[in-house]
């Protein structure tokens, strides 16, 4: 079976920096995804790492070690509009499927 | 313009009844899932079809039917409603249905069953 591990909840002050830590364990792996959900939202795509290594986009960074099954997403210069749940989600093959995490859900404060 | 949208956005119906969701994608894209999110907001897909084929098929109950017309359009037909069959339900379409490829998602629907 497949499990990924991202913490409940984070909570941060607007401007700084935090990491979203998530752990897998899969049968079958072709990359890590990151997807960002607000409340009563739907999930919006963030960024995908096939390879090991840093993806930057923008103020979002994400990480992958394959070797490790663990990866992250970096937020940068923190806003109160990155108030939101963030999930890691894993493909599998078989036809384009996406295993998510249970959800880290970020406070940005004043 | 709507990528992805759901009809309806919100269902209040009894324990029983059928009922059914419509989703339709105007992105050109090959395949189409459904998702459920529960009340901890855990994601699990249900279905997925491409180009009408149906191609991830999870360990739904057979109350649950897709129904996918054509490629733009894929509905999700739910008989003998339960109170464990209260959730959001999303449906979402990518360009790809064999390779990883971002998944665009609708805006949901709100399933409450009394």
């Known amino acids: 079976g497949q499990s990924l591990e991202q913490p409940s909840e984070v909570t941060a002050v607007e401007g700084a920096i935090v990491q979203i830590n998530c752990t897998y364990q899969t049968s079958g792996f072709y990359g890590l995804s990151w997807y960002q959900q607000h409340d009563g939202g739907a999930p919006t795509f963030l960024s995908y790492?096939?390879?090991?290594g840093l993806e930057e986009t923008g103020r979002f960074s994400s990480f992958l070690s394959r070797s490790d099954s663990y990866g992250y997403l970096l937020l940068q210069e923190l806003q109160m509009k990155d108030s939101a749940s963030y999930f890691c989600?894993?493909?599998?093959?078989?036809?384009?499927?996406?295993?998510f995490g249970t959800g880290t859900q970020l406070k940005v404060e004043l | 313009d709507t990528a992805v949208s759901q009809t309806p956005k919100y269902l209040v119906t009894q324990m029983g009844n059928d009922k059914s969701i419509k989703c339709e994608q105007n992105?050109?894209?090959?395949?189409m899932y459904w998702y459920k999110q529960d009340s901890k907001k855990f994601l699990k897909i249900m279905f997925s079809?491409?180009?009408?084929?149906?191609?991830i098929n999870e360990t739904v109950p057979n109350r649950f039917s897709p129904k996918s017309p054509d490629k733009a359009h894929l509905n999700l037909h739910i008989n003998s409603l339960e109170l464990g069959d209260s959730a959001v339900y999303f449906c979402?379409?990518?360009?790809?249905?064999?390779?990883?490829?971002?998944?665009?998602f609708g805006p949901g629907t709100r399933l409450t069953v009394l």
């Open positions: 979402a379409s990518s360009q790809d249905g064999a390779l990883p490829d971002t998944q665009y």
């Open positions: 790492n096939a390879l090991d």
């Open positions: 989600a894993v493909f599998t093959g078989g036809g384009n499927k996406l295993t």
């Open positions: 079809y491409n180009n009408k084929e149906l191609i």
């Open positions: 992105l050109g894209h090959d395949t």
